[in-house]
Nanobody, 112 residues
Framework: QVQLVESGGGLVQPGGSLTLSCAVS????????MGWYRQAPGKQRELVAL???????TYADSVKGRFTISRDNAKNTLYLQMNSLKTEDTAVYYC??????WGQGTQVTVSS
């Protein structure tokens, strides 16, 4: 049974930083493409960043230069380092494996 569990969300002031983690179990993590998506209130879920099994990355234009996706295959964990956070980054953030399996989400709120 594949399970994805996110952690690391919270409340942060504009300009601050957070690191999200996604622990994966029940599958061979290292060969699978992974991603982060987010959904703000009243909006559709949108792509934030993707990372292939080989480490190639893709970012949404809105987060390029501020967010970094990475993976630790030894720990079966996906990360999202978020810097220079803006109020518009407020959303529930979800990790996904192959866009088939999804975590439960973690809330990120950027507010002063």
């Amino acid at each position: 049974q594949v399970q994805l569990v996110e952690s690391g969300g919270g409340l942060v002031q504009p300009g601050g930083s957070l690191t999200l983690s996604c622990a994966v179990s029940g599958t061979i993590f290292r060969v699978n493409p992974m991603g982060w998506y987010r959904q703000a209130p009243g909006k559709q879920r949108e792509l934030v960043a993707l990372i292939s099994g080989g480490g190639l990355t893709t970012y949404a234009d809105s987060v390029k230069g501020r967010f970094t996706i990475s993976r630790d295959n030894a720990k079966n964990t996906l990360y999202l380092q978020m810097n220079s956070l803006k109020t518009e980054d407020t959303a529930v953030y979800y990790c996904t494996l192959r866009s088939v399996y999804w975590g439960q989400g973690t809330q990120v709120t950027v507010s002063s």
